[in-house]
């Protein structure tokens, strides 16, 4: 829920203008929605590490290799990407010392987290797409998941490309990633109780 809510609050936040003179005023006139967002992601993040050990748990025996080097790009590329946009866009909106934040500082801030989001889609996508494979015969629901991963996996190369598109088809490709995590764990949990 915490990156359906990150992700809705900065569809919320319109693209920031091409004119670099206008700049401070669109960080002005959207403090308050960009600094909401910075506080959710840091949590969401966090909220999404326990979930990458229950995606691939590697204390378990019959673990999956893929499946380990999906969490393994999660933990490793994913979670310090996203920490990283939650840096860039909280230099935006929070002061640090006295220190000016000049018009070239917000375009290079700006290009850093479109960049590092393009490259979290891109992980994502493939991560998606290596879970979803080493669960098609791990759980009952196996192909469901292959299946939805793969959509998963298309919505996040789409995603990555967030300037080719609109923001509302940006917004629908992006909670792909939330959506896919929360059926995954329904998922498994419908199986672990039916196993009970």
């Not at 889609?121 to 991560?127: R, T």
Request: a negative charge; glycine letters at 4%.
């Amino acid at each position: 829920m915490l990156f359906f809510s990150y992700y809705l609050t900065m569809y919320l936040v319109p693209p920031p203008p091409n004119e670099t003179n206008l700049l401070q005023k669109w960080i002005l006139d959207w403090k308050l929605y960009l600094q909401i967002a910075d506080e959710i992601l840091i949590f969401a993040v966090l909220a999404l590490i326990p979930s990458i050990y229950q995606l691939a748990n590697p204390w378990r025996k019959e673990e999956s290799t893929t499946a380990l080097f999906a969490s393994g790009l999660v933990f490793f590329l994913v979670v310090p990407m996203f920490v990283l946009v939650d840096l860039l866009i909280g230099r935006l909106v929070y002061p640090v010392n006295s220190y000016p934040l000049s018009e070239d500082t917000i375009v290079f801030l700006l290009s850093m987290q479109v960049g590092t989001m393009h490259m979290i889609s891109l992980v994502l996508a493939l991560a998606i797409l290596l879970y979803s494979i080493s669960y098609r015969n791990k759980n009952k629901n196996g192909s469901l998941i292959l299946v939805f991963g793969v959509l998963t996996f298309g919505f996040q190369m789409i995603a990555s490309y967030s300037w080719l598109i609109s923001p509302e088809v940006l917004l629908f490709c992006q909670l792909s990633f939330p959506i896919w995590i929360l059926f995954v764990g329904i998922s498994f949990v419908k199986v672990d109780s039916i196993n009970l």
